[in-house]
């Protein structure tokens, strides 16, 4: 089993930057993809961001491309997401995911394809 926990969410203004953090712990299980999702009240999980556990792709959802970089430190089992210029439109609950399957571009932000999640951390942006 692999357990992840976000952290690093808070409350911003508008043009702020926050670095959230996911750590990875328990049974090493191979994983393929990471990613980081978002959810905002009343709307569907968004994917946001993925890299791939072998460094060679990273993907970004249109909306924050520019704005959040997504990277990793294996040595550290950690991921990272960099939110810079933050909108109102960010403010969501953002949850770490983890998959062991090798995944098609049209899956990498499909939830259902993740089989590892956190709890998210809650990022609000205030205009």
């Known amino acids: 089993q692999v357990q992840l926990a976000e952290s690093g969410g808070g409350s911003v203004q508008t043009g702020g930057s926050l670095r959230l953090s996911c750590a990875r712990s328990?049974?090493?299980?191979?994983?393929?993809?990471l990613a980081w999702f978002r959810q905002a009240p009343n709307k569907e999980r968004e994917g946001v961001a993925m890299?791939?556990?072998?460094?060679?792709?990273?993907y970004y959802v249109d909306s924050v491309k520019g704005r959040f970089t997504i990277s990793q430190d294996a040595a550290k089992n950690m991921v990272y997401l960099q939110m810079d210029d933050l909108k109102p439109e960010d403010t969501a609950m953002y949850f770490c995911?983890?998959?062991?399957?090798?995944?098609?571009?049209?899956?990498?932000?499909?939830?259902?394809?993740?089989?590892?999640w956190g709890q998210g951390t809650q990022v609000t942006v205030s205009s």
């Open positions: 995911a983890a998959s062991v399957t090798l995944l098609a571009r049209t899956s990498f932000f499909t939830p259902a394809k993740y089989e590892f």
């Open positions: 328990g049974t090493y299980v191979r994983t393929t993809h």
């Open positions: 890299i791939t556990t072998d460094y060679t792709k990273t």
